[in-house]
């Protein structure tokens, strides 16, 4: 699977939009690019995945560049809960894929 | 979404006794199972995959008589941790993939041993 650079830390106000980059230059075609979060002392909740369009749903956006190179993942109000590890995960396509987690961002959001 | 659970949540146990930590997949049937743990601060670290009906599949470092793991049916699989040792405490948690895949892996709340 391809690695994954994400920045160690990032803050956010609370109520504006959080943006996390993530840099996945060596992607392969059959790719899918995976972001999940981690709360401290929990298991990893999924947020949404995408292999080449953009991708929306109830937690987040995921914009993906034309080149797939890297990616975005956008919460577009943060809240106070959303404070958590975000990890973004290159994974190829099939049930039993693996997911390998990379050492993702700390993401605060400040009052 | 799809619910895994693990059980238990915690477990603390003495050196050199072995542990059963169980993940079930509740709302689905999952042919495969993975296994992970992390160490504090650090990111999660595959330990296995587990097929239903099958052996597991090992990641290289993992040594698979102390980390014993079974998945007797498509809503179960379990990971004993034995003759553990202090080195062993840790948090480990199960993902399940859904038969019916949409590319969703879900992740159980995990269970944190600590070994005495």
């Known amino acids: 699977d391809a690695k994954t650079t994400q920045p160690p830390s990032m803050d956010c106000a609370e109520g504006r939009a959080a943006n996390l980059p993530c840099n996945h230059s060596?992607?392969?075609?059959?790719?899918?690019v995976y972001w999940y979060r981690q709360i401290h002392s929990q298991g990893p909740q999924y947020i949404i995945h995408?292999?080449?369009n953009n991708e929306t749903n109830e937690m987040a956006s995921l914009i993906i560049t034309e080149d797939r190179k890297s990616s975005t993942l956008i919460l577009p109000h943060a809240t106070l809960r959303d404070t958590a590890v975000y990890y973004c995960?290159?994974?190829?396509?099939?049930?039993?894929?693996?997911?390998?987690f990379g050492t993702g961002t700390l993401l605060a959001v400040q009052p | 979404g799809a619910v895994v659970s693990q059980h238990p949540s915690r477990v603390i146990c003495k050196s050199g006794t072995s542990v059963k930590i169980e993940c079930r997949s509740l709302?689905?049937?999952?042919?495969?199972m993975f296994w992970y743990r992390q160490f504090p601060k650090q990111s999660l670290m595959l330990m296995a995959t587990?097929?239903?009906?099958?052996?597991?599949?090992?990641e290289q470092g993992v040594e698979k008589d102390k980390f014993l793991i079974n998945h007797a049916s498509l809503t179960l699989s379990t990971l004993t941790v034995t003759s553990a040792h202090p080195e062993d405490s840790s948090f480990y948690i199960c993902?399940?993939?859904?038969?019916?895949?949409?590319?969703?892996?879900?992740f159980g709340e995990g269970s944190r041993l600590t070994v005495l």
């Open positions: 993902s399940a993939v859904n038969l019916l895949f949409t590319g969703e892996l879900f």
């Open positions: 060596t992607i392969s075609g059959n790719e899918y």
């Open positions: 995408g292999l080449k």
């Open positions: 995960i290159v994974r190829s396509g099939g049930a039993t894929n693996k997911l390998i």
């Open positions: 709302d689905f049937q999952a042919t495969t």
């Open positions: 587990s097929n239903e009906g099958s052996k597991a599949t090992y």
